[in-house]
């Protein structure tokens, strides 16, 4: 059964910061990773999507990694802004004859000007 | 174009009565899911359509629960007999494809339900 963890739960920085948010997987059997925001109260925006067979993709001052054979993923959010403050989480999509997303329970971050 | 959008935005009901909440996803989509979003239980897949049909079925938590999808394009999801345990933040995403490696998901608003 497929787990999705995200480090850590909570995350308060400076402004201007680099910072890099975890998240890991039981089961390396994904089609692909997905990075979201979601704002209080708010739905989720997609941030980055990363194929099984990728490695990285980046979206301005993010960059996101994939390490399947590890079931790891990473979200780093360079030169930190207070409008980026938000809850990110990820989820994947597992190979296993379904069309489950399995997300993350998230990262609250606060980024403080 | 248009984003995903739900209605209602918010519903309070008494338990034991029905409700239905309803997605629009953005035009064109054939791929459309439904997720459930309850306080300190994190996002919960319910159920997945592939244009009218739904493929997966898997996340559904009762048989109170059902959804349909009409004309490949308007979702309705359908709770009987709500319980004070279904009150949640219902979400709504669509894709453009289906296609299971590459398909970003769209996400609603939301629609938030309080049984009482």
């Known amino acids: 059964k497929q787990e999705v963890t995200q480090i850590p739960a909570a995350l308060s920085v400076p402004e201007g910061e680099n910072l890099v948010l975890n998240c890991s997987f039981t089961d390396s059997a994904i089609y692909n990773l997905q990075w979201f925001r979601q704002d209080p109260g708010k739905g989720l925006t997609s941030l980055l999507l990363?194929?099984?067979?990728?490695r990285e993709q980046t979206s301005g001052r993010l960059n996101a990694s994939l390490d399947k054979s590890s079931g790891r993923s990473t979200l780093y959010i360079a030169a930190s802004q207070p409008g980026d403050s938000a809850t990110y989480l990820c989820a994947v999509i597992g190979d296993t004859g379904g069309f489950k997303t399995i997300f993350g329970a998230g990262t609250r971050l606060f980024v403080k000007a | 174009g248009a984003g995903v959008s739900q209605s209602p935005s918010n519903k309070v009901t008494e338990k034991g009565k029905d409700v239905e909440l309803r997605c629009d996803p953005i035009s064109g989509h054939t791929a459309l899911y439904w997720y459930r979003q309850s306080l300190g239980q994190g996002l919960e897949f319910l159920i997945y359509f592939q244009g009218n049909s739904a493929p997966d079925k898997s996340g559904l938590p009762s048989d109170r629960f059902s959804a349909e999808r009409t004309g490949g394009s308007v979702s309705t999801l359908t709770i009987q007999r709500t319980q004070q345990e279904d009150s949640a933040v219902y979400l709504c995403?669509?894709?453009?494809?289906?296609?299971?490696?590459?398909?970003?998901?769209?996400f609603g608003p939301g629609t938030r339900l309080t049984v009482l």
């Open positions: 990363i194929q099984s067979s990728q």
């Open positions: 995403a669509s894709s453009q494809y289906g296609q299971l490696s590459t398909d970003t998901q769209y």
